[in-house]
């Protein structure tokens, strides 16, 4: 090998340790949007956290109602919204009784809006008031209260006391629902999707005060956290990142044959590309640094 | 007194949060439920007005100085003021007594806040993507033995999280389960203990008035 073609191979391989970020950015942004516009269908296969979490929700007993706390913020809408969606389809699907919540006060807007999508797409196919999904005999919207510990600890004692309105400015009391609500003993779980430490305030307080079931839906980089909770049984279930969100989209398609925009599934293709692109790099980056540092010896 | 008080009301406020945890008797419960919805409710309203006072002195501070990037106090102000009004008189889906419809065009905070705070927010949150991937290159090289264990831990990780890999390798999801729940946790639940006895520690010294630093520095 002559001296010039060592210089133009030694500096092919600099150039795989230092790609231009922008090159970088803008590779991203196209696996990311492309898959987005021409999805490609990946059926994600539930994993046991998940499973265990639809199984819980499933057989909730008819006197009890599962507590959806929404304690995420806008910006990790994308991970997080189609988790409370799927888990509203599933209640809805099975006509159990949802109560809904925000520590966050950010999450109302989401809160509001995901109740708003299912309960009219379920009304959108009802053709009586049996069918239909009625606010206050199905599900009740009690809005936010602060500080924390307020309605976590407080809702273990009497939820209406705690939230003496709803959301819409109703008396809570007078709710049909909120007739036979009325603490923890009427929770069956008490699920919190959280980018945040919220869901751990649930587990401290209300689990282990009032022994209340916790289920949990996290972001993807958070959802190590939970494990140990997991394994020790204080998290009944959980829902980690996306993959968790298509994971229990899935579960509400295939088991309550409720079908509708599968936010979570739909962007599982661009996912997917997205971390197959970032490992590309890290192996091509791995692949100069290894002929670089062979070279050197 | 500046001191004492704060000091002697931490005290208080700390044995009195710590006791119904250890009492189980009803006496100490009834205060403790009394305490947390009435009292600690009206703190919290409070600190909701010395938030918002404090965001508007802050903001108005800059401008009359004039300081970096003053202009978007302005931004700042108006949204708060303009979103504030909206709000309190609008009612959640236009329902209240102020107008927030002209035609087809809603202005009520829902609306504000599906196509404002929510584009915002995960915009925001979107470019952090961006960040990670360029980091991500960066930073995993297998230079040492550590390294390159993090490095395919990382690889499982990013695989086992997608669909895509039970096409592939059908028994990866399962074992990136297993990654988090045995050495994941094991390690978890290790540094939860120390975070837990740290916390512990502070916890008392500043209910003692050991650690002062929450006073501001005062002595």
Known sequence: MTNNEGNLHSSIWEKMTKIDRRVIYSLLLLVVVIPLIFPF?????????????????????EDKCLVISVDYTPDTEAELHPMTIALLRHAFAR???????????LGLGLAQDALTTVSNEFNSRASNNTDSI????????WGWQQPPLVPILGMGENISKVFPVDYYGNKTDTLPMMKKIKNYNDVAILVSIAGSAVPFWYITYAQTSFGVRIGAGSTAVQAADFYPYLNSGQVTGMMSGMKGAAEYEQLVEER????????ATDAMSSQTAAHIWIMITIIIGNIGYFVIRRRKK | MKVRFPLFLVLITGILGALPFL????????????????VLRIIGAFSLVLGVGSIIRHHLYKIQRQRENWEYSYILLISLIVSAIIGLFGGIDARGWLP????????????LYSYITVPLGATMFAMLSFFMASAAYRAFRARTFEATLLLIAAFIMMLGSVPLSSYIFPKLPSFAEWILTVPNTAAKRGMGFGISLGTLATSLKIILGIERGWLGGTK
């Open chain 1, 134 to 141: 009625i606010y206050g005999r199905d599900y009740v919207f």
């Open chain 2, 23 to 38: 009492i189980p008797h009803s006496i100490a419960q009834n205060f403790d439920n009394e305490f947390r919805n009435s």
């Open chain 2, 100 to 111: 927030t419809k002209i035609g087809n065009f809603s202005f009520d905070i829902q609306t």
């Open chain 1, 95 to 105: 006509r159990k009784k949802v109560g809904v919540l925000c520590i966050s006060l």
């Open chain 1, 256 to 263: 309550c044959n409720v079908f509708g925009r599968r936010k």
């Open chain 1, 41 to 61: 269908k990946l059926r994600p296969k539930p994993m046991p956290p998940v499973e265990k979490l639809f199984n819980h929700i499933d057989t909730i007993p």
